[in-house]
T-cell receptor
Framework: NAGVTQTPKFQVLKTGQSMTLQCAQD?????MYWYRQDPGMGLRLIYYSASEGTTDKGEVPNGYNVSRLNKREFSLRLESAAPSQTSVYFC???????????????FGPGTRLLVL | QKEVEQNSGPLSVPEGAIASLNCTYS??????FFWYRQYSGKSPELIMF????GDKEDGRFTAQLNKASQYVSLLIRDSQPSDSATYLC??????????FGKGTKLSVKP
């Protein structure tokens, strides 16, 4: 049981290049999330997917797109990378919200992205 | 805009002391609150969650919630150098997502 996995671990891009960050979970969770973490800014939600087939914007969606490929996988795409997108990206997953249940999120190991 | 506020620290305590971490939130509709620990260069890991007013204890950790004051705290008893990390407070958002504070850096000195 690997939990939440992310690839790649590190990536260096040039401005204008595109890339896709991959995330997969094996906990049969319905909800998945993409965050970015910058020094002094905390974790900020980029996009989330409450269930397979749905995606919604979070706090900082500009410059990103997402795909919920199936229940296990949720990818984040940078179409034209900018230096402002240099950050650490975390994927997380949680069970669907049930009455009285807490929305505990489990995080992947992160992807460190540098855009030059 | 819904916010979660934390003192960024660093909070420095001697080994064996009680570390007290605090958090306030703006959305009165939030029902669940979470404390995550994040070591440098690592991903956040859940310590505790709390959704009822009062205290919740788990080993050396106690979470406290006061919904009237919109205040959440985490107490770490018998602090150890291995507790040195950044502690993130999070509140449940209206759509099931989490709203995170910026974190408090804790340093436990031997």
């Amino acid at each position: 049981n690997a939990g939440v996995t992310q690839t790649p671990k590190f990536q260096v891009l040039k401005t204008g290049q595109s890339m896709t960050l991959q995330c997969a979970q094996d906990m049969n969770h319905n909800s998945m999330y993409w965050y970015r973490q910058d020094p002094g800014m905390g974790l900020r939600l980029i996009y989330y997917s409450a269930s397979e087939g749905t995606t919604d914007k979070g706090e900082v969606p500009n410059g990103y797109n997402v795909s919920r490929l199936n229940k296990r996988e949720f990818s984040l795409r940078l179409e034209s990378a900018a230096p402002s997108q240099t950050s650490v990206y975390f994927c997380a997953s949680s069970e669907a919200r049930l009455a009285g249940a807490q929305e505990t999120q489990y995080f992947g190991p992160g992807t460190r992205l540098l855009v030059l | 805009q819904k916010e979660v506020e934390q003192n960024s620290g660093p909070l420095s305590v001697p080994e064996g002391a009680i570390a007290s971490l605090n958090c306030t939130y703006s959305d009165r509709g939030s029902q669940s609150f979470f404390w995550y620990r994040q070591y440098s260069g690592k991903s956040p890991e859940l310590i505790m969650f709390i959704y009822s007013n009062g205290d919740k204890e788990d080993g050396r950790f106690t979470a406290q919630l006061n919904k009237a004051s919109q205040y959440v705290s985490l107490l770490i008893r018998d602090s150890q150098p291995s507790d040195s990390a950044t502690y993130l407070c999070a509140a449940e958002g209206s759509q099931g997502n989490l709203i995170f504070g910026k974190g408090t850096k804790l340093s436990v000195k031997p």
